[in-house]
């Protein structure tokens, strides 16, 4: 049976000091255990600290919130796979709505960055989702399977293997309005199915929820065996919070 993920998407707060004590107070108030990883998306600046603060822990790891597909290079600002390693992450957003939507990253850039993580050997978690509008229009299933396409569609079963998937619909991150357990896990079937298609084995891939996950709605979200894990942003900005949702109990896993 595979992990729950509980993933910290840390966004632009917390700088080293205040993300190794947060760190620090998560795993303090966790015990090691193998069906769970506690996975922390901290900022750049602040990987290093928080590596340091899991270490030793096999229950957890730490990504980058987004990588440049090139390298190395004249690309000031950006951060490569290699660098995010070097700093000791082991996993990468890639594609979050936040990069879609107010950075202007494209389908197929994610692509890129997915096969520039997986080339250095990062984990790479594709975030997907449809905004309102598309929700609207009926067109949400097409949205997150073109997403898709774009971004592991050209990857083999092997690599895919080594794929995560967070649904997060646009209009439900930071909102405090979530997906409904059932509506996410329905988006969750498409999800496998589209791995399915691939060819990749349907318990190898990981799909988790996003968008206002909060102490109070985790447990009935994933009562919904359909969600391998949930990918938290404001929810996890404080242990208190943090160690609520950790602490969710999974039935069956
Ligand atoms: P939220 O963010 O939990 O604050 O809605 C989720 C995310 O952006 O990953």
């Not at 598309?134 to 293997?161: H, I, P, S, W």
């Not at 988006?187 to 691939?198: L, P, V």
């Not at 009562?223 to 894990?229: H, I, V």
């Not at 208190?240 to 896993?253: D, K, Q």
Request: aromatic share 6%; with cysteine; glycine share 10%.
């Amino acid at each position: 049976m595979s992990a729950v993920l509980f993933a910290a998407n840390w966004k632009m707060h917390h700088g080293p000091r205040a993300a190794r004590a947060l760190a620090q107070a998560v795993l303090a108030g966790t015990k090691p255990v193998a069906d769970r990883l506690l996975l922390f998306f901290p900022p750049a600046v602040s990987l290093p600290a928080v590596v340091e603060a899991v270490r030793g822990r096999t229950d957890a790891a730490v990504g980058a919130q987004n990588i440049h597909w090139e390298p190395k290079g004249a690309f000031t600002g950006e951060l490569s796979a290699l660098l995010a390693m070097e700093a000791g992450a082991t996993w990468t957003l890639v594609g979050h709505s936040e990069r879609r939507h107010k950075f202007g990253e494209t389908d197929d850039e994610t692509g890129l960055k997915v096969r520039a993580a997986l080339g250095a050997g990062l984990r790479p978690m594709l975030c997907v989702g449809e905004t309102l509008q598309q929700r609207t229009d009926g067109e949400k299933e097409n949205v997150v399977r073109r997403q898709l396409e774009a971004g592991v569609g050209a990857l083999g079963a092997e690599e895919l293997a080594r794929v995560a998937v967070a649904y997060e619909p646009v209009w439900a991150i930071g909102t405090g309005v979530n997906a409904t357990p059932a509506d996410a896990a329905a988006m969750h079937r498409t999800i496998r199915e589209w791995f399915a298609r691939r060819g990749a084995p349907a318990a190898g891939c990981s799909v988790l929820y996003g968008g206002s996950v909060s102490p109070e709605n985790a447990a009935a979200l994933l009562a919904e065996e359909e969600l391998d894990g949930v990918l938290v942003g404001g929810a996890s900005l404080t242990a208190e919070s943090w160690l609520r949702i950790v602490a969710t109990p999974r039935a069956g896993r």
